[in-house]
């Protein structure tokens, strides 16, 4: 049973353009949302997290959003930079449960020069 | 400001053989988790370490165990190897806290033969 669920593996976009990756999940006891972002061969390098008290968390070209009703949190990147191209993973957490981190699949995204 | 480091980077072991990996948290962390990252997956978390002890575990065997010294450092050793292991392994470490998140070291590649 897959709690947290990354439904596109690939995603391509124009250097420049916006970048937007999502995520569903299904524990409503999940309260603390993270993205990760990896490259071959290195370990997944935080992103960006949001807490479910909040809506929305921007860090620089960075921005999630968070639609509880939905159970549903989105990345958007902008503009997009050929560097940005990784594997974006998606995980939650939930306050019983403590700090263990429950991962989507990841979406690879391309962003083409 | 060192990271999260992880050895060996790679490791060759045979059915039935015993292994020993190894993490050093990033500096001011005291919370260590293990991850095991099959090919195409996201991390499945196998257990966290917190004052020397195992606060959490994923659903892992018990062949999977684990220990944290006092220096915060700690090693997943996993007896009775099986094909099934090969895997990347994550260690991510994070401070004690709600909402804290997890950075990860590059991981040790295991590999079964």
């Known amino acids: 049973d897959q709690q947290v669920k990354q439904n596109s593996p690939s995603l391509s976009v124009q250097e420049g353009r916006i970048s937007i990756l999502n995520c569903d999940y299904t524990n409503s006891m999940f309260d603390y949302f993270l993205w990760y972002k990896k490259y071959p061969a290195e370990g997944p390098t935080f992103l960006i997290s949001i807490s479910s008290i909040k809506d929305k968390n921007e860090d620089g070209r960075f921005t999630v959003f968070l639609n509880k009703s939905a159970k549903h949190l989105s990345l958007h990147i902008v503009p997009s930079q050929p560097g940005d191209s990784a594997v974006y993973f998606c995980a939650a957490s939930a306050l019983v449960g403590s700090e263990k981190l429950v991962f989507g699949k990841g979406t690879k995204l391309t962003v083409n020069p | 400001d060192a990271g999260v480091t992880q050895s060996p980077t790679h490791l060759i072991k045979t059915r039935g053989q015993q292994v020993t990996l190894r993490c050093s948290p990033k500096s001011g962390h005291d919370t260590v988790s293990w991850y095991q990252q099959a090919l195409g997956q996201g991390p499945q978390f196998i257990f966290q370490y917190y004052e020397e002890e195992e606060r959490q575990r994923g659903n892992f065997p018990d062949r999977f165990s684990g220990h944290q010294f006092p220096n915060y450092s700690s090693e997943l050793n996993v007896n009775a190897l099986l094909l099934g292991d090969s895997a990347l392994y994550l260690c991510?470490?994070?401070?004690?806290?709600?909402?804290?998140?997890?950075?990860f070291g590059d991981g040790t590649r295991l590999s079964i033969l």
């Open positions: 991510a470490s994070s401070r004690a806290g709600y909402n804290q998140p997890q950075h």
